[in-house]
């Protein structure tokens, strides 16, 4: 339960610190959000629970794969807000686009052979 609860308070941690730098620069902050650090801290506890090297293959291939359909919704934010649409509105638009791409890449990816 401990472990849990470290994990848990390491990722908010994160958050709170692109937050935090986020109001003083916001390109500063969108550099560290950008860095995988919870994919590598995700890797690294994947790892200790389940240290098998296929295992680990498969997810970080697949990690590629799934990061690809949340890139348009970096483009689609800001090209609304822009725009005058409010931000929760450009917010729900780019999250939906997002999920609508998941579930296209989930559903095409294992037809060109890609493991998800």
Not at 39 to 54: C, Q, T
Request: aromatic share 10%; with cysteine; proline share 7%.
């Amino acid at each position: 339960m401990w472990w849990l609860a470290a994990k848990a308070l390491i990722s908010g941690m994160l958050i709170v610190a692109i937050a935090e730098i986020g109001k003083r620069q916001p390109a500063v902050a969108a550099l560290v959000a950008s860095l995988p650090l919870v994919s590598v801290l995700g890797m690294m506890l994947l790892w200790y629970a389940r240290p098998d090297a296929e295992n680990m293959a498969i997810h970080t291939q697949a990690t590629f794969w799934y990061v690809l359909p949340s890139l348009p919704m970096f483009l689609v934010i800001p090209a609304l807000l822009r725009h005058g649409t409010p931000f929760w509105i450009a917010l729900l638009a780019g999250c939906a686009l997002t999920v609508l791409l998941y579930l296209a890449m989930a559903q095409i990816g294992p037809r060109f052979g890609l493991k998800l």
